[in-house]
């Protein structure tokens, strides 16, 4: 099997602009940009929700791409770790 790079890919998301081959970032870069317009001293909430299989995973690491790239820091939150 030759490893050409239209093979089929794992169902692993991705992380990187450079390997979204469905044209998302271009929303995730609006996202962040809205994100970044936000008025946080009360804080705020942002929920994606979606099947599985739909990319939620994928598009939360290309937000956190593009905040990284902008020198903010992402703290990663998992609920179902407490109680």
């Given at each position: ?21 469905l ?24 929920g994606?929700?979606?099947?599985w ?31």
């Open positions: 099997m030759s490893h050409d790079s239209k093979a089929l890919k794992g169902d692993n998301p991705i992380h990187k602009p450079a390997e979204d081959l044209s998302r970032d271009g929303f995730a870069q609006q996202f962040v940009q809205q994100l970044l317009q936000l008025d946080a001293r009360e804080g705020f909430v942002v994606v929700a979606g099947p299989g739909y990319g939620k995973t994928s598009f939360l690491n290309l937000l956190q791409h593009h905040l990284e790239v902008q020198d903010h820091t992402v703290l990663h939150f998992n609920p179902w770790m407490f109680t």
